[in-house]
């Protein structure tokens, strides 16, 4: 099993035709991600370069293609209106790569996501993957280790890209596989978050075991460890990024900022701690901990343990 | 991005919001002749970004014109200096010269977007002219909050609600406030805020509602969008290797410490920081090259950190996903030759085309290059070489 996308998971590309749509559908394609056609203003009836059918709009590419996920390399003035399209022509599931979409806009775009249902991944993330079965995003498929059935395997959620290929290439060497790992993204809003994807892995017989990577800047680790610490089973390791970061400055990605004394690493830390989580002091050591969360009979009791 | 006191006014005072008369000027005898034109009790204030304006008697009350100019001549003259600005201070080149207001009460008002609910938020606080968050730490019933539908924005009874949270009850002051809290709504939706604040917002002995101070930040990603907002940027109040960084689309921010960083991905660059100070160091810089770097990229990359003359070891620490480490090592070599490095610096490679990049490092033998093995033997080292 996985979460959210498999290998009959069928997949456009919106601004397939663009310098990064294109080269990360290669990218797809060679992994074995089930890419059907993709989507370019004005280029209907043309082929890509990989050979896939390329449509005016989504409407009509969701109504040949039978695609049930977007992923949209859209230039970030334009992406909004692509997410929202893509969520009007049917996709239930929307993967929003670009980065620099403003705030405003993605308030608006979870508000009519919602109303349709629609789940986003996104934006200023690296995607989903379901190692050995479908990539959706830019993450270096190689790294990942599918589930063969002889070893552990485990579901990552992650706000950061780079931090996440650390985390997996940690999980990989160490022979444990991973079942899906999600980049929910670094702005302040966005879609799926930690807590969606911990009842989504908490669930799925395949995951053995969580690792949940967040960073400074509002309280969503803080809100996935009250909703871990009452609904999730599993071990949880967890890591936090920007325990040095000075207040006040954006580290780079849109969400990573303390403000008003909200948002530091210590708050989060301490959160998943008293909810029975593993949290690393270093990055390099998610591995190592989280063998040892998945070898304990009681994992939560001994992740609290060697989480202190 | 920021923007300084008197701009903020002029989008608020566009937008409906009443306050006080005032001018801006940038020479003593300008600020003679706005005191001319306003006359009375007046206000002098420095307009830089950094808060702490009036303990460093950057602020100040003046009856005349005399007191105008010296106070003018203070503020132009000297830098200042507050717990915000560090131990150089910085130059003041704008002064605000506004009315002075008999205050009765001073209130708060401010729009930001909450990111647990995912929409904007109007928060309004009885306890004005002090720090929201230590009223909403000290006092939390003070702050009233009504959050805002993202396509029908400010409803009527929500400010009504927030109006009879601030406890204003006479008719016209009401209907004021009403008009400062749609006015203020307007310029957050309108500019892409990412905060819009009154503090304070007043009553004058004589009933008048009025916003006597305002800060803004604007959305970084929706700048494009704002050819207003564009001609209100100051480079002059920021870093400038920061906004040199900028431009070769790396991410950039100084820090005390004495080991500079070089990294791809804004979170991995965080840990990396972590990482240093987990093995006993002390980053000099946060530093995200990006995804799709280019060894000129990552060459002025080099040329921005060794800029620091802190800096006394290097860690490059690099995942390759869509970055190739090839990439990096060609730019390490490059940078080794045109810039030189009269520093240690530690690389840590992993990830798409490692091998080639390792084998390109080998076949460079760069003096200074110290290789890593892992994450933590990458600390190890770097921290040992300065210590």
């Known amino acids: 099993m996985s979460i959210l996308v498999n290998r009959e998971t069928r997949v456009i590309c919106q601004g397939i035709t663009g310098k990064a749509g294109a080269f990360h559908t290669a990218g797809c394609l060679e992994y074995g991600t089930n890419i059907v056609g993709g989507v370019s203003p004005g280029k209907r009836g043309t082929k890509s370069e990989h050979g896939l059918p390329v449509f005016d709009n989504c409407h009509d590419a969701v109504s040949a293609t039978g695609a ?5 390399f859209v230039p970030a003035p334009f992406a909004a209106d692509a997410t929202m399209e893509a969520a009007d022509a049917g996709c239930s599931l929307v993967v929003l790569i670009t980065e620099g979409v403003p705030t405003l806009d993605m308030v608006r775009v979870r508000h009519y996501l919602d109303e349709k249902g629609t789940l986003l991944i996104g934006p200023n993330c690296p995607g989903i993957i379901t190692p050995g079965q479908c990539k959706v995003g830019i993450m270096p498929g190689y790294i990942h280790k599918p589930p063969d059935g002889t070893c552990k395997s485990v579901g990552i959620i992650s706000r950061s890209g780079t931090l996440t290929y650390e985390a997996v290439w940690q999980c990989t060497t160490r022979g444990i596989a991973q079942s899906t790992c999600v980049g929910i993204g670094g702005d302040p809003v966005k879609g799926l978050n930690f807590i969606e994807l911990l009842e989504r892995f908490e669930k799925d017989d395949e995951t053995d075991g969580i690792v949940l990577i967040g960073e400074i800047g509002g309280t969503d680790e803080e809100d996935a460890a009250a909703y871990l610490g009452r609904h999730v089973t599993k071990p949880v ?3 936090i990024a920007g325990r040095t970061a ?3 400055k954006r580290m780079g990605h849109a969400g990573a900022i303390i403000s008003g ?6 708050s989060k830390v301490q959160a998943l701690k008293a909810a029975g989580a593993t949290v690393t002091d270093s990055p390099a050591n998610i591995g190592e901990a989280l063998e040892a969360a998945l070898a304990a009979d009681n994992p939560r009791m001994a992740g609290s343990l060697a989480g202190t | 991005m920021k923007i300084h006191e008197y701009q903020a006014r002029e989008l608020l005072a566009e937008a409906g919001v009443a306050v006080p008369d005032s001018h801006v000027v940038q020479t003593v005898d300008a600020a003679a002749e706005a005191y001319a034109k306003i006359g009375g009790r007046v206000v002098v204030k420095a307009q830089v970004f950094a808060g702490g304006r009036g303990k460093a008697g950057f602020v100040k009350l003046c009856d005349s014109a005399e007191q105008v100019r010296e106070a003018a001549e203070f503020m132009l003259a000297n830098r200042m200096v507050s717990p915000q600005t560090g131990s150089d201070g910085i130059a003041v080149k704008r002064l605000l010269i506004a009315a002075a207001v008999d205050i009765e009460s001073e209130y708060y008002a401010a729009v930001v977007v909450d990111r647990t609910r995912r929409r904007p938020v109007v928060m309004v606080s009885r306890e004005g002219g002090v720090e929201i968050e230590i ?6 019933t003070a702050i009233v909050k009504q959050w805002l539908h993202p396509h029908l924005g400010l409803l009527g009874f929500q400010s009504a609600r927030l109006i009879a949270g601030l406890g204003v009850t006479d008719k016209e002051q009401a209907k004021a406030v009403s008009r400062i809290i749609r006015g203020l709504v307007e310029v957050f939706f309108k500019y892409d805020c990412s905060l819009a604040e009154i503090n304070p917002l007043v009553r004058t002995k004589d009933g008048q509602i009025l916003a006597i101070d305002a800060k803004m930040n604007f959305d970084d990603n929706a700048i494009f969008r704002h050819s207003r907002l564009r001609e209100m940027f100051d480079p002059g109040e920021e870093n400038p290797l920061e906004l040199q960084a900028k431009e070769h689309n790396l991410s950039y921010i100084p820090l005390d ?6 990294v791809n991905g804004a979170g991995l660059a965080m840990a990396t920081m972590d990482l240093i100070k987990l093995h006993g160091g002390e980053p000099a810089n946060f530093l995200d090259v990006g995804g799709s770097v280019t060894a000129e990229g990552a060459t002025e990359a080099f040329r921005i950190i060794l800029t620091d003359k802190s ?3 290097i860690l490059v620490n690099i995942f390759g996903g869509i970055a190739k480490c090839d990439t990096i090592a060609e730019a390490l070599i490059a940078a080794a030759k045109g810039i030189g490095f009269n520093v240690p610096v530690v690389v840590r490679l992993e990830g798409t085309n490692v091998d080639r990049a390792r084998k390109l490092l080998a076949e460079a033998a760069i003096p200074a290059l110290v290789i890593a093995t892992d994450l933590t033997d990458a600390a190890k080292k770097v921290c040992a070489k300065v210590a």
């Open chain 1, 237 to 239: 390791v967890a890591f």
């Open chain 1, 246 to 248: 000075p207040p006040g």
């Open chain 2, 311 to 313: 800096v006394q070891g």
């Open chain 1, 68 to 72: 049930d996920v977007s992923m949209i």
């Open chain 2, 257 to 262: 410490g004495n080991i500079g960083c070089l």
């Open chain 1, 261 to 266: 004394g909200e948002g530091t690493a210590d």
């Open chain 2, 135 to 140: 009223v909403a730490k000290e006092n939390p």
